[in-house]
């Protein structure tokens, strides 16, 4: 009989070999974490664009059903001398706009007129809305506030007259022949354009026309 060649012993990796996949391994599990983190980044940011323009959208929204519904009834002066007229508007002074709204839903059943006052302000990127529980507010009747839309450049606020011209203020000057002072304290415009400068979608232009 032949004798049999003796069996080698089972050959392990070398240093080298292990050195190398490690090295592998490592370059893998880098450009894994990448694409990962990549991903992760990119979700957050289309999360934050989601809410942006979900604020954007209820922003907007607000602000349509409050024009729409520009109801012509003014209301007394805080200080309980004179009048306001239903809507008063200044681009040089705050609040942007003053109104008196239809449609406030009740839902509670409260004891209060469907007329509500509304204000708009912007101060530092953000624009605020203020509402009273009351319809003819004193001075010691707080607004209640609400930041309706953040990081934004600028408002800007026109009013389409009867002549069809849009116009900064409101309401117009009108002579006084033409015109009562109950019925100029109850005038609206025909339409109400919104242009919001954003810092994401730039400028967003909406024009709401008000109902008779």
Do not use: C
């Not at 709204?101 to 469907?114: A, C, F, H």
Request: hydrophobic share 45%; proline share 8%.
């Amino acid at each position: 009989m032949s004798a049999r060649p003796p069996r080698r012993a089972p050959r392990g990796f070398t240093l080298i070999e292990l050195l190398v996949a490690i090295f592998i391994a490592a370059i893998m599990f880098a450009i894994g974490y990448g694409v990962i983190m990549q991903s992760l980044h990119a979700r957050r940011a289309i999360r934050q664009d989601q809410r942006q323009l979900l604020a954007l959208q209820m922003a907007l929204r607000v602000m349509e059903q409050d024009f729409v519904q520009l109801a012509p009834r003014p209301v007394r002066s805080p200080s309980g001398q004179g009048w306001q007229p239903a809507l008063l508007a200044s681009p040089s002074t705050e609040p942007l706009v003053l109104l008196t709204r239809d449609g406030w839903s009740n839902p509670l059943g409260l004891q209060r007129p469907e007329l509500e006052r509304v204000a708009y302000e912007f101060k530092h990127g953000t624009l605020i809305r203020e509402h009273w529980n009351v319809l003819d507010p004193t001075l010691s009747d707080p607004p209640v506030k609400r930041n309706l839309l953040k990081h934004l450049r600028g408002v800007q606020l026109r009013y389409l007259n009867l002549d069809r011209h849009w116009i900064r203020q409101w309401p117009p000057p009108v002579a006084g022949a033409e015109a009562t002072l109950d019925s100029y304290y109850r005038m609206r415009p025909l339409a109400v354009e919104v242009t919001l400068r954003t810092r994401q979608w730039g400028k967003i232009v909406r024009i709401f026309e008000v109902a008779e």
